[in-house]
């Protein structure tokens, strides 16, 4: 798989790597048995960046990825996780004894004495520019509680305010064929900072798979059921917050743009590679076989750039007057 360097991090990684989510909640239920062996089926198809957050089933995603660290070793593995979204989402909250709660709490459950990388996770627009945050990040840095420290983010503006700062190696954000005003921004300023780009929802929540119809439901626990609205948290999370009705159109129209050798989840995450900037995607997976083909997604051939204007277009027409101005 292509290696890519994670921003100021320094560390090497393939271009996918693995979103845990849908190990922890939140995506219908996901056994032990079934996690471990989507771990293990990345992992063999050359992926070495697993992405998870600690509120994740409330730290069942963490554990699961700490569980296969221990029995199958860590060797050339990047795990980045995530913190402050087990508290109530206040600026207050965010404070370097909270940092160090969180962050040992987190590196129990991975099993590690240092993480690797710790994003905080969607805080309040305010916190991105707080000095007194990036003070706390970096003295969790001093002593050895992190490797360095990144940030997940909503907007565009939270964004470019973190990349400004010297001490952010990465910056997580929302960049799919339904979401492409990073592009025009966030991507170009990541690059002259020496930022990484973690991309995900890459595939908005399943509709770029192009399995979904206007008939498909999911679970009730699943976030695709009670968050369509934003009843949960940031309604950009589910879908990219594009209506399903809307998305299912603009993946019939992008249909026909997919190479003959690949499928439409794996010609979504491919257009996402080919983005200057971009240090690595984190598909999801709730099986070995979504792991493994979203993993192939690296070996395909660049998009030719009359794919690329396509997909542009059908953004324009159909999508952009939902999400442009809000994220």
């Given amino acids: 798989m292509e290696q890519r360097t994670l921003g100021r991090t320094g560390r090497r990684i393939g271009v ?3 979103g845990a989510w849908q190990l922890g909640a939140d995506w219908g239920r996901v056994d032990e048995n079934q996690a471990l062996d989507v771990l293990s089926a990345a992992t063999d198809a050359g992926v ?18 700490g569980r296969f660290l221990k ?20 600026p207050e909250n965010y404070t370097l004894d909270n ?5 040992d709490r987190s590196r129990t459950n991975l099993g590690v004495d240092t993480l690797d990388l710790v994003q905080l996770h969607c805080p309040p627009t305010v916190v991105y520019s ?3 945050v990036y003070d706390a990040l970096d003295t969790l840095v001093a002593e050895g509680r992190v490797a360095a420290y990144g940030v997940s983010v909503e907007t565009r503006a939270e964004a470019l305010a973190a990349i400004r700062r010297p001490g952010v190696a990465t910056v997580q954000i929302i960049l799919n064929m339904l979401r492409l005003a990073p592009l025009a921004d966030v991507l170009p300023a990541a690059r002259e900072a020496g930022v990484g780009i973690i991309t995900r929802v890459p595939l908005a ?15 009730p626990e699943d976030h695709r059921t009670y968050n369509r609205h934003g009843e949960a948290f940031d309604v950009g999370e589910t879908f990219s917050g594009v209506d399903f009705t809307t998305g299912l159109e603009a993946v019939r129209r992008l249909a026909p743009l997919v190479p003959p050798e690949a499928t439409m989840a794996q010609f979504a995450l491919r257009w996402i590679i080919d983005q200057p900037g971009v240090s690595v995607v984190i598909p999801g997976a709730r099986n070995p076989d979504q792991a493994r083909a979203n993993a192939a997604a690296a070996g395909l051939a660049p998009l030719p750039a009359e794919s690329m204007a396509a997909v542009e277009a059908v953004y324009d027409d159909l999508i952009a007057p939902q999400v442009a101005d809000r994220w």
Avoid: C
């Fill in 16 to 18: 996918v790597g693995l």
């Fill in 48 to 65: 070495t960046f697993i992405d998870t957050a600690d509120v994740y089933g409330d730290g069942r995603s963490e554990q699961l990825i």
């Fill in 130 to 132: 707080t000095d007194e």
């Fill in 99 to 103: 940092f160090r709660a969180w962050t």
């Fill in 205 to 219: 929540s399943g509709l770029l798979s192009g399995r979904y119809d206007e008939n498909t439901t999911f679970a």
């Fill in 71 to 90: 029995s199958h070793g860590g060797e050339g593995i990047t795990v980045a996780t995530k913190m402050g979204r087990r508290m109530p989402q206040v």
